[in-house]
């Protein structure tokens, strides 16, 4: 099993924009009815106003590296990806479990 961990915040400079973010976040949501080998999908929002947290958090597992690999160009990702970018910024962490 491979854990795929993604950390979202808003692009410096970029000013928050309610309806465009909960319309990134909804998207985000909803990928993984869309690829059918994500085996486990979470996105939640950050609880805490610190300066060291992010906004966003991804918890998703594929059953090896070569499903994260398949998913990373996946047309419904890279749709996403594209969204993302004009507000958000992220890092990501993969990993086995």
């Known amino acids: 099993m491979m854990r795929h ?53 991804l918890e998703s597992s594929f059953d090896d590296a070569d499903a994260v690999t398949r998913y990373l160009p996946h047309p419904a990702h890279q749709a996403l990806v594209a969204d993302l970018k004009q507000y958000f910024e992220w890092v990501a962490v993969d990993y086995s479990v």
């Open 5 to 57: 961990i993604v950390l979202f915040r808003r692009l410096p400079g970029v000013e928050q924009q309610p309806e465009l973010e909960a319309g990134l976040i909804a998207q985000m949501r909803n990928l993984r009815e869309r690829i059918d080998f994500i085996r486990d999908w979470r996105v939640a929002a950050n609880e805490l106003d610190r300066p060291i947290c992010w906004d966003y958090i």
